[in-house]
T-cell receptor, first 112, second 116 residues
Framework: DGGITQSPKYLFRKEGQNVTLSCEQN?????MYWYRQDPGQGLRLIYY???????QKGDIAEGYSVSREKKESFPLTVTSAQKNPTAFYLC???????????FGDGTRLSIL | AQKVTQAQTEISVVEKEDVTLDCVYE???????LFWYKQPPSGELVFLIR????DEQNEISGRYSWNFQKSTSSFNFTITASQVVDSAVYFC?????????????WGAGTKLIIKP
């Protein structure tokens, strides 16, 4: 079945450590997105990519980095510069920008 | 500035009742898109509907219906004969055509609890 796979489901980060969240899609979608969700809040856009080898900052990109070397993959690295990384991270994809987005199951990141 | 307001933080009803989730938006654009997504306890968001600003017809899909009123800048979502499986957080979102990147502006969500 086509879909979006995020891994791991749960992730723990130590102080000063970078961690990478995986997002893979087999929907042949051009656009991919990373969102952060905090309790009781809506989603906030971290980064998005319209096409391979291209990505743009969203509203809260500081402390995060991404790459888009393959159409299927859009990994997110939470760097040590992100001082409050504890949140639920959602990856999404769409045929193109502006089209309905399809979401993965999310990764819950916590600090040790 | 564009904005999406879901004033109802949490709604609790008994199964089989009808329930309406409110969504009010602000935009200066004449061309825009409105969305509803469902987030069940498992966490993933499920796309429910996209409506463009030129189509004010109400839409019905099974027990779900949407009422789009440009005059009041609202795009409300009604679940008829609610079921326990409808329990989830529901998000309304807006994207504007003048934003060439079509970024979604999300409401804070409404948590819907359906009691058996």
């Amino acid at each position: 079945d086509g879909g979006i796979t995020q891994s791991p489901k749960y992730l723990f980060r130590k102080e000063g450590q970078n961690v990478t969240l995986s997002c893979e899609q087999n929907l042949n979608h051009d656009a991919m997105y990373w969102y952060r969700q905090d309790p009781g809040q809506g989603l906030r856009l971290i980064y998005y990519s319209q096409i391979v080898n291209d990505f743009q900052k969203g509203d809260i990109a500081e402390g995060y980095s991404v790459s888009r070397e393959k159409k299927e993959s859009f990994p997110l690295t939470v760097t040590s510069a992100q001082k409050n990384p504890t949140a639920f991270y959602l990856c999404a994809s769409s045929i193109s920008l502006g089209q309905p987005q399809h979401f993965g199951d999310g990764t819950r990141l916590s600090i040790l | 500035a564009q904005k999406v307001t879901q004033a109802q933080t949490e709604i609790s009803v008994v199964e089989k009742e009808d329930v309406t989730l409110d969504c009010v938006y602000e935009t200066r654009d004449t061309t825009y898109y409105l969305f509803w997504y469902k987030q069940p306890p498992s966490g993933e968001l499920v796309f429910l509907i996209r409506r463009n600003s030129f189509d004010e017809q109400n839409e019905i899909s099974g027990r779900y219906s949407w009422n789009f009123q440009k005059s009041t800048s609202s795009f409300n979502f009604t679940i008829t004969a609610s079921q326990v499986v409808d329990s989830a957080v529901y998000f309304c979102a807006l994207s504007e055509a003048r934003d060439s990147n079509y970024q979604l502006i999300w409401g804070a969500g409404t948590k819907l609890i359906i009691k058996p």
